[in-house]
């Protein structure tokens, strides 16, 4: 039974930051991906930043140079560093992992990923 378990949103200024848990249970796939999303009131969720098991990364557009994913194999715990924050950046970040290895990079495609967890509120002003 796979569990994720997010934690570390709040509520920040512009231009502070933020960083953001994703503490996996009963996850243990040599080879997998991990990712973090993001939802907006009345928009469609959107991948921001992917992690797999070979340590290759994915970032949106949008925020590349300003968040950073990376993973604490021994804690099994995924997190994303947030800098320089925007109000733009203001939504629901959902931690997301799944089974297998893609190529080139692990995808920012919500379809790929299987397992979900409940989502952290960030809120910038």
């Known amino acids: 039974h796979v569990q994720l378990v997010e934690s570390g949103g709040g509520s920040v200024q512009a231009g502070g930051s933020l960083r953001l848990s994703c503490a996996a249970s009963g996850y243990t796939y040599n080879r997998n991906c991990m990712a973090w999303f993001r939802q907006a009131p009345g928009k469609e969720r959107e991948g921001v930043a992917a992690l797999d098991s070979g340590g290759r990364t994915n970032y949106a557009n949008g925020v590349k140079g300003r968040f950073t994913i990376s993973k604490d194999n021994a804690e099994n715990t995924l997190y994303l560093q947030m800098n320089m924050l925007k109000p733009e950046d203001t939504a629901m970040y959902y931690c997301?992992?799944?089974?297998?290895?893609?190529?080139?990079?692990?995808?920012?495609?919500?379809?790929?990923?299987?397992?979900w967890g409940q989502g952290t509120q960030v809120t910038v002003s």
């Open positions: 997301a992992a799944t089974r297998g290895m893609a190529w080139p990079v692990p995808p920012l495609v919500r379809n790929w990923y299987g397992y």
